[in-house]
């Protein structure tokens, strides 16, 4: 068997058609396009704020059903005849099933809620069933907005312990900046175009840290087993070679949810509309931050086959024979 001290030193045993790709050769422009965008979403964030739904800022919602097909705009006219103010009306897969959100109104009885939206959503020839109608006042909306960034900030804590573990607490903080990354750029888009943020968007985010999570682990877990195999690379070509070894599986993961999130975009429905455009940018921003956030960040802190090593304690070490 050839040593692999004699194959091309470039390939490090690796066959001639698997070439290694650079990925490590453009990390400062990346680091610099990432810090941009990261200000740019903070920024958003900051001026235009999150346009919160009702889960957060309270309200009533009603799901509607029909006898025959009918268009939101028919609804919102008959809900606004009849004093409901600023209702917000979406279906539910087809136009005899709807879903009906607005703020609490002021001068209705929380008690005569669901007749009186019933009353309401009549039309002409065409009856309507009321279903599930509730109610939630802006204190508890609060306290969901504030239970939910505290599940989003024990995620982020969960996983740096369990990537400190399991690896090197270099990777654990390079995973958590890339996670930290991928959350910001989804509120800053969501605050840029002023999209709904309810709690199914926020669903997507805890999904898009799983995602991402799962990335950085592969990325993570291939780096550790290169360090400990392959000699006389450096740390930036043990990292190169891992992220190239791990393309393909991570080009097959994202295209094949790339493709279920489009189906839901485009034939889910308004219920699931928000939650998909959540995760198409979370794909996108979580495959790039794991190779460009999480290990990159690693490699800047001096990542090197050491981290990696099992050190032998001086006691345990044997006397050189003279």
């Given at each position: 068997?050839?040593?692999l ?35 740019a ?26 006898k ?9 006219k ?10 917000v009306?979406q ?15 002021d ?38 907005y ?29 995973a ?31 999904a ?17 087993e ?29 295209m ?25 940018v ?41």
């Amino acid at each position: 068997m050839t040593d692999l001290t004699q194959q091309d030193s470039k390939q490090y045993g690796r066959p001639d058609d698997l070439k290694i790709i650079p990925f490590m050769k453009i990390a400062k422009p990346a680091a610099i396009f990432s810090i941009l965008i990261t200000i740019a979403s903070i920024f958003f964030i900051v001026t235009k704020g999150l346009n919160l739904g009702l889960d957060f800022t309270g309200g009533i919602s009603a799901e509607l059903n029909y006898k025959q097909a009918v268009q939101p705009a028919q609804v919102v006219k008959a809900l606004d005849s009849a004093g409901f103010k600023d209702a917000v009306v979406q279906t539910l897969g087809s136009n005899t099933d709807l879903i009906v959100r607005m703020p609490v109104q002021d001068d209705l009885n929380v008690e005569d809620l669901s007749d009186s939206i019933t009353k309401a959503v009549q039309l002409p020839n065409n009856t309507a069933e009321v279903h599930k109608v509730d109610a939630v006042g802006g204190a508890v909306g609060n306290e969901l907005y504030v239970r939910s960034a505290g599940a989003v900030a024990l995620a982020l804590i969960l996983m740096l312990i369990y990537v400190t573990i399991r690896f090197e607490f270099k990777l654990a903080i390079g995973a958590v900046l890339s996670l930290f990354h991928d959350i910001i750029i989804i509120f800053g888009v969501f605050a840029l175009f002023q999209w709904s943020f309810d709690l199914t968007v926020l669903a997507a985010v805890l999904a898009v840290i799983g995602f991402s999570l799962n990335d950085n682990i592969v990325v993570s877990d291939r780096i550790r087993e290169n360090f400990r195999k392959i000699r006389g690379a450096t740390p930036t070509e043990i990292v190169d070679i891992a992220l190239t070894e791990t393309l393909r599986r991570t080009i097959h993961t994202s295209m094949t949810l790339l493709l279920v999130v489009l189906a839901m975009m485009f034939l889910g429905g308004d219920g699931l509309h928000w939650f998909s455009v959540a995760m198409f940018v979370g794909i996108f921003v979580g495959t790039y931050s794991s190779i460009y956030i999480g290990t990159a960040y690693a490699l800047w802190r001096g990542l090197n086959r050491q981290d990696f090593i099992v050190q032998v304690k001086p006691e345990f070490e044997e006397d050189e024979i003279p």
